[in-house]
């Protein structure tokens, strides 16, 4: 039997992890409402953190993070995921070329599961792509609370051409 050496993990460079934080953290406007800042990007799974502040309580007598805000945050991070699958994929692209692939990338279905209340100073975020097609991308993505408690999971599909 013939054994194949595993494949050598994919490093994105300094400038494509640059811009694409930029364009995450900086040019999505409603990403910067939310704090979501970006702690990990490999072409497998991208992570994220959302600090809690006022602005994003949605049970004022819990201070309980606002649903809508952990279903944004999950569609965000799934999407982020995505982008850096796309990235992986075409590795042999200057960075900048790369951050040109993602203008026509949407969601086009997403799923929430709401386990636990999001009661806490920081919640973690996660995110992996299921499948990667030449139209389409399903993903999977997981919130959890700073103790690393499931408190949300989502599933999402983008369109990606």
Known sequence: MTRHPPPVPIEFEDAFVAGLKEIFEDKILFNRVLGL???????????????????????????????????????AMGGLAVMAAIGARHM????????QRFGKLGTIDLRIDYLRPGI??????????LRLGSRVASTRMEFMGADGKLLATGAAAYIIA
Do not use: C, W
């Open 37 to 75: 800042r970006i702690t990990s990007l490999k072409p497998e799974r991208v992570t994220g953190r959302i600090a809690m502040k006022p602005d994003l309580v949605g049970h004022y007598s819990f201070n309980r993070i606002h649903g809508g805000v952990i279903s944004a945050g999950l569609d």
């Open 92 to 99: 042999d692209e200057a960075p900048g070329q790369r951050l």
């Open 120 to 129: 806490g100073e920081a919640f973690e975020l996660q995110a992996e792509v």
